[in-house]
């Protein structure tokens, strides 16, 4: 079994910065990438930012400048700083990791979910 489990949302001012994380533990081969999403209330989930094992990112356009992906691979914890939030950043964050497991010799790759961590950007 694998899990992936979020920290550090929270309620946050305009303008200020949140760092959550993210942790992979269980039977884990190795990790493709991970990666932060984010669904407002009746809204679909987007993509926020990923990072893959080699460090290549991609944002989102709405976060580019504001917000930085990072990872510690010997940890298999992924880290989304946000800067400048915006209450259009309000939205459960939720990480995803595409892992790669072993069952003998056969290696398979699945992608796994958090449970999601809220944050709120009100005054």
């Known amino acids: 079994q694998v899990q992936l489990v979020e920290s550090g949302g929270g309620l946050v001012q305009p303008g200020g910065s949140l760092r959550l994380s993210c942790a992979a533990s269980?039977?884990?081969?190795?990790?493709?990438?991970m990666g932060w999403y984010r669904q407002a209330p009746g809204k679909q989930r987007e993509l926020v930012a990923t990072?893959?094992?080699?460090?290549?990112?991609d944002y989102a356009g709405s976060v580019k400048g504001r917000f930085s992906i990072s990872a510690d691979n010997a940890k298999n914890t992924v880290y989304l700083q946000m800067n400048s939030l915006k209450p259009e950043d309000t939205a459960v964050y939720l990480c995803?990791?595409?892992?790669?497991?072993?069952?003998?010799?056969?290696?398979?790759?699945?992608?796994?979910w958090g449970q999601g961590t809220q944050v709120t950007v009100s005054s």
């Open positions: 995803d990791a595409d892992i790669q497991r072993l069952a003998g010799s056969y290696k398979y790759t699945i992608k796994y």
């Open positions: 269980g039977s884990i081969f190795s990790i493709n990438s």
């Open positions: 990072i893959t094992s080699g460090g290549s990112t």
